[in-house]
Structure formats: C-alpha cells, structure tokens
C-alpha cells in the first residue's frame, strides 16, 4: 500500500515539477520570484533559530516581504492565462497528501478507496 502511495505522490509531484518549468520557460519572472521566496523562507528560519531579541520584527519583515511576492507571483501567472495555484501539487488527497495517513497520524478516509486500486495495481505490476 505504501508503494501504490509513493507511486501516486511521486506522479503528482512529477506533473507539478513539469509545470513549473514549462511556466518557468515561459515566464521568466516567476521563476526569480521563487527564488526570492526560498530565500526568503530561508532567512526566516535563521531568524526563528537565532537568539536574536528583534527576531520577531526580522521575521515579519520577510514575512511581508514573502507575502508581496507571492502576490506579485500570482498577479503574472494571471496576467498570462494560468491560475495562481497552476504550479502546486495537485495530490488525489488534500488531507494527507497522498500518503495515507493524515496530521493525526491515523490512516486517511481515502485509505478504502485507494486499496482496491493500489491491489490491481500490485497485481498488474507483479505480470
């Protein structure tokens, strides 16, 4: 079951990853834009971890500054036809995100669902 998981995570990630470098092709900006976020996201980590007595006012200045990218993000992505989440992962499930267990730790409400496809997909994958 794990593996059916894997395969099914793996594939959206994989289509996630060809879009983005097909809308990174076309729109160059974004792909800065996400580098700057990961920077972005990057600092706020240092700060977080620092014993810094202003790391509250640092990390709400990249948060803003992260919040205004993002906005710039989705205002060219719209500007050119895509929707402002066209570059997530689309997972099967948004609860566990196609891992079969949710926050919790329990076993998804997808879990019966995806077990008779992951059972036909193990025996197809054993022929």
Same mark, same amino acid.
């Given at each position: 079951?794990?593996?059916?998981? #894997?395969? !099914?995570?793996?594939?959206?990630?994989?289509?996630?990853?060809?879009?983005?470098?097909?809308?990174?092709?076309?729109?160059?900006?974004?792909?800065?834009?996400?580098?700057?976020?990961?920077?972005?996201?990057?600092?706020?980590?240092? !700060?977080? !971890?620092?014993?810094?007595?202003?790391?509250?006012?640092?990390? $709400?200045?990249?948060?803003?500054?992260? $919040?205004?990218?993002?906005?710039?993000? $989705?205002?060219?992505?719209?500007?050119?036809?895509?929707? $402002?989440?066209?570059?997530?992962?689309?997972?099967?499930?948004?609860?566990?995100?196609?891992?079969?267990?949710? #926050?919790?730790?329990?076993?998804?409400?997808?879990?019966?669902?995806?077990?008779?496809?992951?059972?036909?997909?193990?025996?197809?994958?054993?022929?």
């Amino acid at each position: 079951m794990h593996r059916y998981y #894997d395969k !099914i995570r793996k594939q959206a990630e994989a289509e996630a990853n060809e879009k983005k470098e097909h809308v990174y092709s076309l729109i160059p900006q974004v792909r800065e834009i996400d580098e700057e976020l990961r920077l972005c996201g990057m600092e706020m980590s240092k !700060i977080i !971890i620092s014993g810094s007595r202003d790391k509250k006012q640092l990390a $709400a200045g990249y948060k803003s500054k992260a $919040a205004r990218l993002s906005g710039q993000k $989705a205002a060219l992505l719209t500007e050119n036809g895509y929707s $402002a989440d066209c570059m997530d992962t689309k997972y099967r499930c948004e609860i566990c995100r196609d891992s079969g267990v949710d #926050d919790n730790g329990e076993r998804c409400v997808c879990f019966k669902e995806i077990q008779n496809e992951a059972e036909a997909w193990l025996i197809s994958s054993k022929k």
